[in-house]
């Protein structure tokens, strides 16, 4: 199972207070779109929302309560392919998090890190090692009033759990953790196309983050076609979902 740092408290009394609902299309009704060709990303502007090529305005249709979030390429700069990110000095925080995790905090969402750390496995650093970039991590967003309501990560090989992405086993982790949460009303943001299938084949709604091309993974196009929205930063993600949120 995954180890964690859980940080609980405050995001159930806002949850109870003030329910956010978010409409998003669902990334299992997109379109399968052909071709190799690369569409475009409007990164001066919010995201590229794979419907729209295709479908008139028919918007966004699920309730949103809690967030995934993939860490490495969305929180904090990659390391480049191979190489991992072991501890706080490496661990570069991108532009826009704090305020962007602010915001979802502000809007009575769940926020839910979830993160393969296969290094663990290859012997590169330690599970406390992780730990304690979460903590840090933590104790920077203090400032900015935002905080993540839990961190879950896989320390194991490929292919020997049932919790390193695509797997569900974090996703389980978090229900166990948050009986609330469902897969209908969550919304996976990741740079990975683990991170989609993960998100997609539990039904979730999916933001692929995109990255710098030149550092992205074996199967990000694949990742890029399959994904509901795709965008150029977490902010611009967040600020995709909470334009689209239905306060009651
Ligand atoms: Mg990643
Ligand atoms: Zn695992």
Known sequence: MAGAMIVTGAHSVILSGRTAVARIEPAR???RITGRGRRPVLRNERCYHIQV??????????????????????????????????????????????EALSKLNHAGLRVIVVSNQRGIALGLYSAADVEAVQAKFQQLL????????????????????????????????????FPSVTAEASVMIGDSLSDIEFGRRLGMSTILIEGDL????????????IAGLR?????????ALLSSLKLP
């Open 29 to 31: 009704s997109a379109p």
């Open 53 to 98: 090529a295709t479908r008139s305005a028919k918007g966004f249709s699920n309730r949103v309560e809690t967030v995934f979030i993939d860490r490495d390429g969305v929180l904090n700069e990659k390391a480049p392919e191979g190489r991992y990110v072991a501890r706080w000095d490496h661990f570069r925080v991108l532009p826009g998090v704090p």
């Open 142 to 177: 203090k400032p900015f009033g935002a905080r993540v309501d839990a961190f879950y990560f896989c320390p194991h090989e490929k292919g020997q759990c049932n919790c390193r992405k695509p797997q569900p086993g974090m996703f389980e982790r978090a229900v166990a953790e």
């Open 214 to 225: 030149a550092n992205s993974k074996p199967g990000t196009e694949e990742a890029a076609q």
């Open 231 to 239: 965008c150029a930063s977490l902010l611009t993600a967040v600020d």
